[in-house]
């Protein structure tokens, strides 16, 4: 099991309920709930912060190319017509 630690979060009071209701439907702790939700928060950002990461390393590269927004937008329009 990895090592664990305890944090204090405030939570608006609604969000709370929300949250002992999902513990007891689902049988599980609040602090299992709480923990997996900020696993995949965590999960989610990192992904979208080397995903951005990423691109800017791509378009910042010698061989970049980039198309205007316009023709963008022409064929986005194309593509809906269809």
């Known amino acids: 099991m990895?090592?664990?630690?305890?944090?204090?979060v405030r939570l608006p009071v609604e969000d709370k309920n929300r949250l002992d209701s999902l513990a007891i439907a689902?049988?599980?702790?609040?602090?299992y709930l709480?923990?997996?939700?900020?696993?995949?928060?965590?999960n989610l950002q990192e992904w979208q912060i080397?995903?951005?990461q990423e691109a800017v390393?791509?378009?910042?590269?010698?061989?970049?190319?980039?198309v205007e927004h316009d023709e963008i937008?022409?064929?986005v329009k194309k593509m809906v017509k269809k």
């Not at 990895?2 to 204090?8: D, F, V």
């Open 34 to 42: 709480a923990a997996k939700a900020i696993e995949e928060y965590l």
């Open 2 to 8: 990895p090592q664990t630690t305890t944090i204090t």
């Open 26 to 31: 689902t049988e599980r702790s609040r602090a």
């Open 73 to 75: 937008v022409g064929r």
């Open 57 to 66: 390393r791509e378009a910042d590269s010698p061989n970049a190319e980039f």
């Open 50 to 52: 080397q995903a951005i």
